[in-house]
């Protein structure tokens, strides 16, 4: 059975201009991610042309700065359009945030030089980014990173490998964490390495539980020679830089996670109201009811959380221990209600007829990339308590 489409959220948005990228989403997602989705994740298909559609249509680069082709959209609107494509694609959604996330480096700690050169083929000339900082040694403890890059005169040497590369193998440029000094977070920096680098290359893609369509993959750095010119920020500000990069990329993971939710709880909706036992729909029953409302309430919830920090990023305010908080709720929301959706299926929520279990097995990433929530639980405490003793 095809995917059906998503219940249009009842969405808050600042400004007409908002609202009309709303709609021009929500036909994309419609008309061109939509009625493919579930055959191309079961047959682990990349929609690259979707990707291209996206570049063309100015949705690659919408928090970023006009001047260099970007949409100079808030956070608040960028944060819906990824809910939109989230619901409608986790593949599609989580791949840009992963784009937007491995701009992140350039446009914000990027010199105007650098920025001038790369930025307008990065945010709307149709390429994709990946973000390599996690390494097979070094997960949530990224400062442990052991990539090494050299000084070779004007030119960086790298070599490493990096892990669970979302786009890896398949990304035009990569952002690249890479030792450069001592050991800790102050011996690291950040590069710009182009997707067909010499010496550059991807292991085969993991194979997962869920997410199919999009590859995940280690990426090896065998002696891989890029200029100065390519280096982003100062020698030795690479983890700072991949840090607040990450706290804008929570929002992104919260922002899908709570489109997978809301697509879980329509499909939920809609067969509650078909389905019939003992002689009238299974919506009628309390149990059942109770289960949609908290389903739809936890989903509010976590829609609220995001924004909430979305428009403190937006005013220029502190917002991290709110974007912790949004990743965290947002995921274990996900988590929650596409369990819960497979449930009210019943046996045929447990089939690859109906998208229910897909969007289960999607949610669980979420709980893991980007900071596993256990992680964010750390983050959260750390700006309540204060850092723990060592």
């Not at 998503?6 to 997602?29: F, G, H, K, Y």
């Not at 990069?245 to 329509?266: K, P, R």
């Not at 009238?280 to 109770?290: E, S, T, V, Y």
């Not at 999607?362 to 060592?390: D, S, W, Y």
Request: a negative charge.
């Amino acid at each position: 059975m095809p995917d059906r489409a998503p219940q249009q959220v009842d969405r808050q948005l600042p400004t007409d201009e908002a609202r009309d990228l709303i709609s021009l989403v929500r036909d994309i997602a419609q008309r061109e991610i939509v009625p493919s989705a579930a055959e191309e994740e079961d047959a682990g298909r990349f929609p690259r042309e979707v990707f291209t559609l996206l570049s063309d249509a100015g949705l690659l680069g919408l928090p970023y700065d006009a001047e260099f082709g970007g949409g100079e959209q808030p956070y608040e609107v960028y944060l819906q359009v990824l809910e939109e494509l989230a619901a409608a694609r986790l593949t599609v959604g989580l791949g840009v945030s992963v784009h937007t996330l491995a701009s992140y480096a350039l446009a914000t700690y990027g010199t105007k030089e650098q920025q001038t050169e790369h930025l307008p083929a990065m945010l709307g000339g149709g390429l994709l980014g990946a973000y390599c900082l996690s390494e097979p040694a070094s997960g949530s403890d990224a400062a442990s990173l052991r990539t090494k890059a050299v000084r070779d005169g004007d030119d960086w040497v790298i070599t490493g490998t990096k892990a669970w590369i979302t786009h890896g193998g398949i990304a035009d440029f990569c952002t690249v964490m890479a030792r450069t000094g001592e050991d800790g977070p102050r011996g690291i920096t950040a590069f710009l390495v182009p997707g067909d680098a010499e010496g550059l290359s991807a292991a085969v893609p993991e194979k997962k539980m869920g997410l199919k369509g999009s590859p995940t993959a280690q990426v090896h750095l065998d002696g891989v020679r890029v200029p100065d010119a390519r280096r982003i920020g100062e020698e030795g500000q690479g983890f700072a830089i991949a840090l607040s990069a990450l706290e804008s990329g929570w929002l992104g993971i919260a922002a899908c996670a709570i489109g997978v939710a809301q697509a879980a709880l329509d499909e939920a909706v809609s067969y509650a109201a078909e389905r019939r036992q003992f002689g009238k729909p299974i919506a009628d029953f309390q149990g059942l009811r109770f289960m949609l409302a908290d389903m739809a309430t936890q989903i509010e919830a976590g829609r609220a959380l995001y924004l909430t920090a979305a428009r403190l990023r937006d005013a220029g305010l502190p917002f991290a221990k709110q974007a912790a908080m949004a990743k965290l709720h947002c995921t274990d929301t996900a988590m929650r209600v596409t369990t819960d959706a497979v449930q009210i299926l019943g046996g045929y929520g447990y089939t690859a007829d109906f998208p229910a279990e897909r969007y289960m097995r999607e949610a669980k990433v979420l709980q893991i990339v980007e900071g596993t929530n256990q992680i964010q639980r750390m983050v959260i405490a750390r700006h309540l308590a204060g850092p723990e003793e060592r």
